[in-house]
């Protein structure tokens, strides 16, 4: 089960980052590929909203995502950190999920630090079921799973430009 969770994080950070980089250019940008394994179809604007359908004999995983935008607390599942600006967010369901629900992902950004940040949700948590912090100042990662399933998790780290970037996954049934 961690396992799944851990490749789907994952496959959600590539997904983001191909959105990102599929919004730049043409106004739309559309393409199929198509393997004896199935097919991934990749529609993307340049708004920064996409949409990746994977069919497989397995099932059919459908992947919405967008550039920027807001976010609430309600929509994250936690506190949203404040001043952060959100950067991408995507949405999964089909196959990926069992047929069970969806797989939201938003992932935001501050000039804060990285220690400013942990702390932060370090005190505005609840239910919190496993926590890891490693490293120290802005050289580390912290990591946080909340509710008796694991259902929402957030992810803090410091990019190269000594942005903080925090990525939240929300699983709803």
Known sequence: MKRNGLLLSVFCIFLIAGLLISGCGRDKNSFTASTPGGKVTVNADRSGQGTVQIETKDGTVVVTGQQGGTVTEAQLGVPVYPGATVKASSKMGGAATDNKGTVEMYTLMTPDSLEKVTAFYKSNLKNVKNTLVQGSGDQGMAMFSLGDDGA?????????????IIQVAKKTK
Do not use: Q
Not at 152 to 164: A, Q, Y
């Open 152 to 164: 929402v998790s957030v992810n803090i780290v410091s990019d190269k430009n000594k942005e903080t």
